[in-house]
């Protein structure tokens, strides 16, 4: 069964760096087609697909974040980690992690965390 | 890369079908057999209840389906249920450095 868990601050400033991580159990995310992805939803408002890391540490990032956006993992320590730099108001969200599908085709997200909500606000 | 379009809400009474479209271009839902949807009830995680355009996970009831046509995805509800009512998210997969982008969202009403 695989599990994963978002943890961070509930509360950045604007312009700071928010730094996001996800805790995962039942992968190890060092095998193929293991990957995880970080997905956001603004109050009221839609899911954003934001990025992936692969098995292999390769990384897709959407094109409207993209320079503000990292992500990398520590497969030592089950974890992957979010790093968005430059915050603003419009960035507050629930801030999801997601496991990529195992079977098919493998372009779906099968497990999600539990989600955190990150405030921007001075 | 744009969201996918959506209605903004669908209603149905109990029993009754309904069905949701995904609107997106040749670069995403036209161009892959890789649409996936979403529920997620208030204050809850999505939860996936369609992969690869019409392929049912395990433990999803058999009254949601899913199909694809050009450019458009639709997610179909038979016999709608008063647990169905929920917010449904389309997503697809757009190749290249991208890879994904999901769709406006619906809120389903069960009346």
């Known amino acids: 069964q695989i599990t994963l868990k978002e943890s961070g601050p509930p509360l950045v400033k604007p312009t700071q760096t928010l730094t996001l991580t996800c805790t995962f159990s039942?992968?190890?995310?060092?095998?193929?087609?293991?990957?995880v992805g970080w997905i956001r939803q603004p109050p009221g408002k839609a899911l954003e697909w934001l990025g992936l890391?692969?098995?292999?540490?390769?990384?897709r990032y959407t094109p409207s974040l993209k320079g503000r956006l990292t992500i990398t993992k520590d497969t030592s320590r089950s974890q992957v980690v979010l790093s968005m730099t430059n915050m603003d108001p419009v960035d507050t969200a629930t801030y999801y992690c997601?496991?990529?599908?195992?079977?098919?085709?493998?372009?779906?997200?099968?497990?999600w965390g539990q989600g955190t909500l990150v405030t921007v606000s001075s | 890369q744009s969201a996918l379009t959506q209605p903004a809400s669908v209603s149905g009474s109990p029993g009754q079908s309904i069905a949701i479209s995904c609107t997106g271009t040749?670069?995403?839902?036209?161009?892959?057999?890789?649409v996936s949807w979403y529920q997620q009830h208030p204050g809850k995680a999505p939860k996936l209840i369609i992969s690869?355009?019409?392929d049912r996970p395990s433990g999803v009831p058999y009254r949601f389906s899913g199909s694809k046509s050009g450019n458009t995805a639709s997610l179909t509800i038979s016999g709608l249920q008063a647990e169905d009512e929920a917010d449904y998210y389309c997503?697809?997969?757009?190749?290249?450095?991208?890879?994904?982008?999901f769709g406006t969202g619906t809120k389903v009403t069960v009346l």
């Open positions: 997601a496991h990529r599908g195992s079977f098919g085709s493998h372009y779906y997200f099968d497990y």
């Open positions: 997503l697809s997969y757009t190749g290249g450095l991208t890879s994904f982008v």
């Open positions: 039942g992968l190890t995310l060092s095998s193929i087609p293991e990957a």
């Open positions: 690869d355009v019409s």
């Open positions: 890391i692969y098995w292999n540490g390769n990384t």
């Open positions: 040749s670069s995403d839902i036209g161009g892959y057999n890789f």
